[in-house]
């Protein structure tokens, strides 16, 4: 059975993906994962594009001893233009396979070929809310449980501009979240181990998110075209 494998940039990406595909419920049991017809992850650990060749090269080695049938590209759109990130994957994607422009639609899957006997399909997905935004921009807009404690950050965000420090709006989500999982969401006695039960991974497999929110819709489809 040919395998997908989504290229994401970070283990919080990869849970919050794991939770999203089981949500889904798009039950074909890989490697005793539900996956969705994904059956690895491969972590970037950032957006840097010699990781991302790196990344690609060696998918692009393994499809030539097992059946890859597609490489789902997912990262962060931060404060940058679609097109901007487009060109940065293309780069990457040109340097692994030898080949010219390949992505051309952000969510779209196209058919590279890795030799003349072996192809592959690419797409890219935007991690996004509105045009902008990471993971956690994301996580931020869909949470549905109390968040008392992480919303006072907007008076400590006004305080820290008001005083003319810059403080930019993926940083601010970034501790919006942490503060949601760890003292909204967790209990005393979890705090105790916060490490462990509050930090992503943990958090993800609490009802503290909603996965029906429309602003994951054009990820899921993403996801189902894989």
Same mark, same amino acid.
């Given at each position: 059975?040919?395998?997908?494998?989504?290229?994401?940039?970070?283990?919080?990406?990869?849970?919050?993906?794991?939770?999203?595909?089981?949500?889904?419920?798009?039950?074909?049991?890989?490697?005793?994962?539900?996956?969705?017809?994904?059956?690895?992850?491969?972590?970037?650990?950032?957006?840097?594009?010699?990781?991302?060749?790196?990344?690609?090269?060696?998918?692009?080695?393994?499809?030539?001893?097992?059946?890859?049938?597609?490489?789902?590209?997912?990262?962060?759109?931060?404060?940058?233009?679609?097109?901007?990130?487009?060109?940065?994957?293309?780069?990457?994607?040109?340097?692994?396979?030898?080949? $010219?422009? +390949? &992505? %051309?639609?952000? /969510?779209?899957?196209?058919? #590279?070929?890795?030799?003349?006997?072996?192809?592959?399909? *690419?797409?890219?997905?935007?991690?996004?809310?509105?045009?902008?935004?990471?993971?956690?921009?994301?996580?931020?807009?869909?949470?549905?449980?109390?968040?008392?404690?992480?919303?006072?950050?907007?008076?400590? $965000?006004? +305080? &820290? %501009?008001?005083? /003319?420090?810059?403080?930019? #709006?993926?940083?601010?989500?970034?501790?919006?979240?942490? *503060?949601?999982?760890?003292?909204?969401?967790?209990?005393?006695?979890?705090?105790?181990?916060?490490?462990?039960?509050?930090?992503?991974?943990?958090?993800?497999?609490?009802?503290?998110?909603?996965?029906?929110?429309?602003?994951?819709? %054009?990820?899921?489809?993403?996801?189902?075209?894989?």
């Amino acid at each position: 059975m040919s395998k997908n494998i989504l290229i994401v940039e970070s283990d919080n990406d990869k849970f919050f993906l794991e939770a999203l595909v089981q949500k889904m419920n798009l039950q074909i049991d890989i490697e005793s994962r539900p996956f969705c017809r994904i059956d690895d992850y491969e972590c970037m650990e950032g957006d840097s594009k010699p990781k991302l060749i790196a990344v690609l090269n060696a998918i692009k080695n393994r499809s030539r001893k097992e059946p890859i049938n597609a490489i789902g590209i997912i990262i962060d759109q931060d404060d940058k233009e679609s097109i901007t990130r487009i060109e940065q994957v293309n780069e990457a994607i040109s340097e692994a396979f030898g080949i $010219k422009e +390949c &992505i %051309e639609i952000i /969510g779209k899957f196209v058919t #590279v070929p890795v030799d003349e006997n072996t192809n592959i399909k *690419i797409g890219l997905y935007l991690q996004n809310v509105n045009g902008r935004g990471n993971l956690e921009t994301v996580l931020k807009t869909i949470h549905k449980g109390n968040s008392t404690h992480a919303d006072c950050l907007n008076v400590w $965000k006004k +305080c &820290i %501009e008001d005083g /003319g420090h810059a403080l930019k #709006v993926s940083d601010f989500d970034k501790f919006w979240v942490q *503060i949601y999982q760890r003292y909204d969401q967790c209990s005393k006695k979890e705090r105790k181990q916060a490490g462990r039960k509050c930090n992503n991974e943990a958090s993800m497999k609490k009802d503290i998110w909603d996965f029906n929110h429309e602003v994951l819709n %054009e990820l899921k489809d993403f996801l189902k075209s894989l």
